[in-house]
Every structure is written in structure tokens, then in C-alpha cells.
């Protein structure tokens, strides 16, 4: 259940080897051998749009001028085919407290036989501030085609030494070269983990002496070179790719001083909750109780229960604040001067809903976590930087309720599916413990159809539809940005070739509880007719069957983020004079601790052919060990789906 199950820890003590580690830069900027500007296929990987011809990196640490690590890095990447064109435009976030200098990018096309190398301005590179703590470095390539190489490099300062350098050797698209070497004085003890594919990099290790700020001692130097590595094949249900990636990692551990001692360091979240306490960013925002004291007083007034105080402040947060988009966990202003702008990001709004929470008599505490996109928090390694998102908790009767405040249409105690993301840490005053991320939430359609055949090889419908929990949340925002005329409309575009009518929806002027749908169609497709048969499958009206798990082997763990479920009832009139011939067979399959399950029924009463079909997934986490069992529950459901339903004329004797 742990991401980085699969990392190794590596001794610290390596292979020596002085005359790689002493060997400069593996590339020259601008120097590009013609057998890569020639390269119009990757022969291992025909199919790849682009390749990584180098990617290098120095990371140095040193004491000249307080602790300072140097970060050079430079990459080459050649553009096989359009799909590659997309490697054309590179983003490079940095912290706003580093420093981002000689960076450089250029293009480099053959022209008439000979090389072309178009140079990118620094003036067209643009900086932007992408976050409160954030700047991106925005590169466009200019003239990039089909047989183009880029490249570009930057070098990063920063004074972060508790998280030193992370390296990635894998992309999605194939990697020829990857060399990434650190250095770093032996005052600063690093445990040092690989992730993914170990047995595909070369190590080795080598030491120094150094004198510096009229300190001296040990500087260890390390190398890992990756060579031929295919491409990263992503998979569905793996909402972050990067906690697989093949890399390095650094956890800092003991800090040495050079007068003698140490301190150990056990990054802990009990740890983290405290420094986050303490922060002007976080904790005292959280704790002035004075801030919203006049607004909690009039939203709350004449609301006597907890509960009916807690919904109204989540209202109020809902329609009084706007959300930025931005993803954070610190906020990015005062919290009383994003209420007055009624913006902010994720932070300003949620931490300021456990502020208004607590001044109304609730029992509110913050939750940090880890997006889907971000990956899963480590429950070993406490890292700051692998946690990007904060909620809010809150306690009533004795139930806990996940609370965010960033979309408009989340009704009360459910959370966006992008913070379903396994655990997170609830931050408290005497350290905090690990919860679940969820609360009651589902992604759940339940389907009733009822369908005539006709004789002009038509099917009239009658159908009915109930969404719940992300289902109608999804229905919601679609209806809210489209427009319930337009989404209405767009039926008979989203299930193909079928005329509908009659069109109502229920359940728009609620957040909570069920949104139906219901209509009348003529369905112009799916029916096979002759003299004699009918011939049609019922599923294929609403879904184009396909299974996300057709590899016979997965590396990695499946992540659903919330259970779904899915319900058909189909109502299958049997035209006069005929019969049911063939027809679903039922079916009962379930995973052990009732993780997964397919059920399905056939019944025929007065005429009426009737198929009952449940599909439920209520385990959120597979393991990669568990892969083959959730594969063929798939497998053998789409098998069952696909069956086809035969009416067959009764003879008729004379």
C-alpha cells in the first residue's frame, strides 16, 4: 500500500571510481554529434514521437558562503515525429527563494545539409510567479519539426539543504543518456533511496577533501548513470507517475558540526505539525479567533445545533469565496484580506473556513495531504515538499466530516476527487495522527431502460437515470457551464446515432442528493433485424465497453480514488410472435472481502425481458498483487456484457 515499496536503500559506501566522476559535462552545449541530427527513428522504440538523447545533472553543496547548492543541468532531446512536438515547450518551477541563472535554450534543424542552430532569446523565455512560493520558467523552442534537437540549461541555487536534490531518470518518452552526480560536504548525512527499475543504473561513490570558510573535512561524491531506459508506460488508474519513475532520493538525517556533536534528524510528522503550528502561514492564521468574529456572529445567529452552524458557515465560504486554481498549503496573504478580495487559493479558503469554524464553537483542525497528481504521502519519510494541499476536519456528535471549500457545487462532507488520495495527516495541537481521505463518497449511475423493438429495425426508449455523489457533482458543473438547454442537446451527440425527447432533469437546485435524468429516445443503431431475428445489446446503447486492464502483467498498485458503482435495469418488450432465444446468462462474480463484484440476472415476466446488472468497486487501493484478480473480474464482466439478446420469430403452423 506503500508508493515506494519498491525503493532501495543503498549503503553509502560505493564503488570508487575517480576517472568517471572526474570526467566534465557528458555534452557541449551546441556541439550536437550529426548521427543524432540525422536520427529520423529510434529503432528500439519505433513508435516514440521523441527521445531523450542526455539528461545531466551536477548537484553541489558548499560552505563558502553559508550552505549553498549549485544545480546544473542540461538536456538534449531530439523531436522524432508531431506527437514529440509537445517537448517543444518546457516549464522549470523553482522555489522564490532559489535563484535561477545561465539558463539558455536553442533549436538545432538541418537545413541544406547542414546544421542550423536558432538561438532563444532570454528576452522570449518568460518568468512567471505560478504560486504563492512558486516561479516557473516558461521556454517555447523556436522552429521546432520533425528531426529537430533541443536542448537547454540552467543552473539552480538554493540554500535548502534539509531536501536536497531529487533526480529522475524516466520520462514518458525513451532516455539514451541520464547521468545525475551530487556532492555534498560529510557534515550533512543523507540516507540515500532508488526507486523503480535499480538494477537498470550504475553507481559509484568517491570521496574528497575540501577546505572551505576555514572549515575543512569530507566531500562525498556520488554518479548514477541510466542507459537506454525505454519509455515510461503510464496506466490507467495511476494518477502520478512520478512516484514510479526510476530516480534518487535524498532524506537528510544527522547534521554533523565541524567544532564537534550532531543532531540527529527524524523527520516526523508529529514534527511537521508543529513547525506548521508555528507558521505565519498556516498555524497563526488558524488561531485568531478575532479575525471573523463579527461575521460568525451574524451568519450563525438563530442557528442552535453544531451541525446547522457548521452548514451555514460552508455555504458561506462556498458562494462568498472564489477559488485561484492554485493547489497550496500555505496561504498567500492574510486570510482577512482574501475574505474582502473573496479570492485565494486552496489555503486561504480552507484554512480560513477552519478559523470561521472554530470562532463558531466547532471542533476544527487542519488535514495536510498530497493530490492525486502529486502522488501519495510516504508514511515513513515526513517531506514537506511531497504535501501540497490542506482541508479542513471538523468534529460533531462524534462523527468527523472532510470539508474543502474550492468548488461551488461539493456539497457538504465530500471532498473533490482530486484529495481522494488515500491518508493524510491531521495536524493538531499535541501532533496529530493519519486519517482517511473520504468520507461517503461514490462515483454512482444507476440506469433504467425500458426498450421496444420495432419493426423499421428501431428501438423506442424509455429511460431514467440517477446520478449520486460525484456522478451528480460532474452532472452539475456540466449543466452550471453548458447551460441546462445545451446539456440536454448534447444527449443525442453523447450516446450516437438516437433521437430523444421529452427531456426533464431533477435535482438542480440542490447540492445534496440524487440528479435524474429522464427522456424519451429512438435509437437508430444497435439493432440487427431479419425476416426471422432481432438481434441487439443493450449496454452498447449507453457505453462503449472496454477494459482498462488488458496488459497480463502491472507494475504498479491501481488507484480508483472513490468506489463506484453502476446499475442497468433493462425492460425488454418481446414483440408479439416472438421469443427470447438467446440472452445474458446470470452471473455472480466477487472478490475476496467483497472488494469488487459483477452481478447480473435475466428473467423473462409476461413478455417483458428484464436484466438486472450491478458492477461495484469498493476498495479504492490495489496492489499490484492483487492486479490479476481485479483483471479478470473485468475480463469476464465485459464478456457478459458483450452477450448479444436473440428474439426469434415463433413458427407458425398450419
Not at 103 to 115: F, Q, R, W
Not at 613 to 624: D, E, G, P, V
Amino acid at each position: 500500500m506503500i508508493l515506494r515499496n519498491a525503493y532501495l536503500f543503498i549503503p553509502i559506501l560505493l564503488l570508487m571510481h575517480d576517472e568517471i566522476l572526474g570526467q566534465p559535462s557528458p555534452i557541449t552545449f551546441g556541439v550536437i554529434p550529426r548521427p543524432d541530427l540525422e536520427m529520423t527513428v529510434y529503432e528500439p522504440d519505433k513508435d516514440a514521437g521523441a527521445v531523450v538523447l542526455c539528461d545531466y545533472c551536477k548537484a553541489e553543496m558548499s560552505l563558502n558562503n553559508g550552505v549553498k547548492t549549485s544545480i546544473k543541468r542540461h538536456v538534449r532531446i531530439k523531436i522524432l515525429k508531431k506527437s514529440g512536438y509537445d517537448y517543444g515547450n518546457v516549464e522549470i518551477p523553482y522555489s522564490t527563494y532559489d535563484d535561477l541563472i545561465n539558463y539558455k535554450a536553442s533549436t538545432c534543424n538541418i537545413e541544406n545539409g547542414e546544421p542550423v542552430e536558432t538561438v532563444l532569446p532570454k528576452k522570449q523565455m518568460i518568468r512567471e510567479k505560478t504560486s504563492a512560493y512558486t516561479n516557473t520558467l516558461k521556454i517555447a523552442f523556436p522552429q521546432v519539426r520533425e528531426g529537430s534537437v533541443i536542448e537547454y540549461q540552467y543552473e539552480l541555487i538554493t540554500s535548502d539543504y534539509f531536501e536536497f536534490v531529487p533526480w529522475t531518470f524516466e520520462f514518458t518518452i525513451p532516455t539514451i543518456y541520464s547521468e545525475f552526480r551530487a556532492s555534498y560536504p560529510a557534515y550533512f548525512e543523507y540516507k540515500i533511496t532508488l526507486s523503480g527499475e535499480q538494477q537498470k543504473i550504475s553507481r559509484h561513490y568517491k570521496s574528497e577533501r575540501f577546505s572551505a570558510a576555514g572549515m575543512s573535512g569530507t566531500q562525498h561524491e556520488y554518479q548514477w548513470i541510466a542507459r537506454d531506459l525505454p519509455a515510461f508506460e503510464e496506466e490507467p488508474y495511476l494518477p502520478n507517475i512520478q512516484d514510479y519513475l526510476t530516480g534518487v532520493r535524498f532524506e537528510l538525517s544527522a547534521i554533523y558540526y565541524p567544532g564537534g556533536g550532531s543532531y540527529e534528524v527524524s523527520p516526523t510528522y508529529e514534527k511537521i505539525s508543529e513547525r506548521l503550528m508555528e507558521d505565519e502561514e498556516f498555524g497563526v492564521p488558524i488561531n485568531h479567533a478575532m479575525t471573523f468574529s463579527k461575521v460568525i456572529k451574524t451568519l450563525i445567529s438563530g442557528k442552535n445545533s453544531q451541525m446547522e452552524k457548521a452548514l451555514t458557515i460552508y455555504d458561506h465560504i462556498k458562494t462568498h469565496m472564489h477559488w485561484n486554481d492554485e493547489e497550496e498549503l500555505y496561504v498567500s496573504k492574510p486570510i482577512k484580506r482574501s475574505y474582502n478580495e473573496q479570492y485565494g487559493n486552496s489555503a486561504d479558503i480552507n484554512l480560513m473556513m477552519i478559523n470561521m469554524m472554530r470562532a463558531a464553537g466547532i471542533q476544527a483542525d487542519p488535514v495536510i495531504l498530497s493530490t492525486r497528481e502529486n502522488g501519495i504521502m510516504n508514511p515513513v519519510v515526513a517531506l514537506l515538499r511531497n504535501i501540497n494541499y490542506v482541508i479542513c476536519a471538523i468534529q460533531i456528535d462524534g462523527n468527523q466530516y472532510l470539508l474543502d471549500g474550492t468548488d461551488p457545487v461539493n456539497p457538504f462532507g465530500s471532498l473533490p476527487l482530486r484529495c481522494m488520495n488515500f491518508r493524510g495527516w491531521k495536524v493538531t495541537s499535541n501532533g496529530g495522527k493519519w486519517i482517511e481521505l473520504r468520507n461517503n463518497e461514490i462515483n454512482s449511475v444507476s440506469t433504467t431502460c425500458s426498450l421496444s423493438p420495432s419493426d423499421d429495425g428501431t428501438m423506442s426508449a424509455e429511460v431514467k437515470i440517477r446520478y449520486d455523489s460525484y456522478s451528480a457533482q460532474n452532472a452539475r458543473k456540466a449543466i452550471r457551464l453548458y447551460g441546462e438547454d445545451d446539456y440536454k442537446e448534447d444527449l443525442s451527440y453523447r450516446w450516437g446515432n438516437i433521437d430523444v425527447s421529452t427531456v426533464s432533469i431533477s435535482g438542480t437546485d440542490s447540492l445534496d442528493g440524487s440528479l435524474g435524468l429522464r427522456f424519451n429516445a429512438v435509437i437508430h443503431h444497435n439493432l440487427l433485424k431479419d425476416s426471422n431475428l432481432i438481434i441487439f445489446n443493450p449496454y452498447e446503447i449507453f457505453e462503449n465497453p472496454s477494459n482498462p486492464f488488458i496488459k497480463e502483467h502491472r507494475d504498479y498498485p491501481v488507484n480508483f480514488g472513490c468506489p463506484i458503482r453502476e446499475e442497468y435495469t433493462f425492460y425488454i418488450e418481446v414483440p408479439e410472435g416472438y421469443s427470447v432465444d438467446e440472452s445474458p446468462k446470470k452471473v455472480q462474480l466477487i472478490l475476496p472481502n467483497k472488494d469488487a463484484s459483477f452481478m447480473q440476472s435475466t428473467t423473462v415476466q409476461n413478455n417483458i425481458l428484464v436484466i438486472n446488472a450491478r458492477f461495484s468497486i469498493q476498495k479504492t487501493f490495489f496492489s499490484k498483487d492483487e492486479y490479476e484478480s481485479l483483471r479478470q473480474l473485468y475480463l469476464i464482466m465485459l464478456r457478459k456484457k458483450a452477450e448479444m439478446i436473440v428474439l426469434r420469430k415463433n413458427l407458425v403452423i398450419s
